[in-house]
């Protein structure tokens, strides 16, 4: 079966930059999209096709891709940022969708 | 303001069934794919099943083929998932999200808990 692969956590101090990973065989293939899940919440989308940010998320939220990893970049990050962030995408039919293992974002 | 309302979770034992729905408001639901995503307690996301919007495609995580069904009704805003042949590996929180080729809405999930 597909898998997403990203660190289990990151930690950074407030104001620093955070990026956190996720690499996948049919990523340079298929679009990746990211959800920040806070404890105890549902999750929120923050980046979707790769680099593009809904509205109502903060510019600091930014997404890149090259080739097989994808990185969300959060700029300046504060303390409200600490959540679990989660990538996810689709196999290479783009049919069965999948979910990074998540990656734990710790504030100092 | 899109609203994504799921109910009926609860405790069920290993072998039996549990019919989850999802009441969607807010949004032209007969437009839009929807998705279950279920969360095990502690653990991450993972992807359980899609619907086409006119429910002519469904696809599935390997893990619940053959036992989960997604399926809606567009008249009533609705999108369900019938769970046979639980097991204590399936408890989770069940989520009910609407697709755009992504998730853009969540709701906020029913405790599915399969034991004896």
């Known amino acids: 079966s597909y898998e997403l692969t990203q660190p289990p956590s990151v930690s950074v101090s407030p104001g620093q930059t955070a990026r956190i990973t996720c690499s996948g065989d049919a990523m340079a293939d298929q679009y990746a999209h990211w959800y920040q899940q806070k404890s105890g919440q549902a999750p929120v989308l923050v980046i979707y096709?790769?680099?593009e940010r809904p509205s109502g998320i903060p510019e600091r939220f930014s997404g890149s891709s090259s080739g097989p990893i994808v990185t969300l970049t959060i700029s300046g990050v504060q303390a409200d940022d600490e959540a679990d962030y989660y990538c996810q995408s689709a196999d290479s039919s783009g049919t069965y969708w999948v979910f990074g293992g998540g990656t734990k974002l710790t504030v100092l | 303001e899109v609203q994504l309302v799921e109910s009926g979770g609860g405790l069920v034992q290993p072998g039996g069934s549990l019919r989850l729905s999802c009441a969607a408001s807010g949004f032209t639901f007969s437009s839009y794919w929807m998705s279950w995503v279920r969360q095990a307690p502690g653990k991450g996301l993972e992807w359980v099943a899609n619907?086409?919007?006119?429910?002519?495609?469904?696809h599935y995580v390997d893990s619940v083929m053959g036992r989960f069904t997604i399926s809606r009704d567009n008249a009533k805003s609705s999108v369900f998932l019938q769970m046979n042949s639980l097991r204590v590996e399936d408890t989770a929180v069940y989520y009910c999200?609407?697709?755009?080729?992504?998730?853009?809405?969540w709701g906020q999930g029913t405790l599915v808990t399969v034991s004896s």
């Open positions: 619907i086409k919007y006119d429910g002519s495609q469904k």
């Open positions: 999200a609407r697709v755009a080729g992504y998730i853009d809405h």
């Open positions: 096709k790769d680099t």
